[in-house]
């Protein structure tokens, strides 16, 4: 069993930055992908970024490109997302995901954290 927390979320003004954290815990195995998805209310999951923690492989949505960026340290076992120039558009619940592959499909990692919120101000 794997258990994420994730953390970093909060309310923020537009064009500003945050940082989320995600730290994984219990059976992690070799080729270990962290990534996040969101939701915004009424909306269904999305995909932000992905990547694997032992290669440093990534993959991120085109609908985030050049503002949000997906980082790792494999010694800790934490990913992390990086997401600058906010907009009211990326208020949501941030949740954290883990499984045996760097992809974008939500059906694919086996486990997820609680998620953590995060809402921007205009």
């Known amino acids: 069993q794997v258990h994420l927390v994730e953390s970093g979320g909060g309310l923020v003004q537009a064009g500003t930055s945050l940082r989320l954290a995600c730290a994984a815990s219990g059976r992690t195995f070799g080729n270990f992908a962290m990534g996040w998805f969101r939701q915004a209310p009424g909306e269904e999951r999305e995909f932000v970024a992905a990547?694997?923690?032992?290669?440093?492989?990534?993959y991120t949505a085109d609908s985030i490109k050049g503002r949000f960026a997906i980082s790792g340290d494999n010694d800790k076992k934490t990913v992390y997302l990086q997401m600058n120039n906010l907009s009211p558009e990326d208020t949501a619940v941030y949740y954290c995901a883990a499984g045996g592959a760097v992809a974008g499909m939500s059906s694919l990692y086996d486990y997820w954290g609680q998620g953590t919120r995060v809402t921007v101000s205009s």
């Open positions: 990547m694997s923690l032992s290669s440093g492989g990534s």
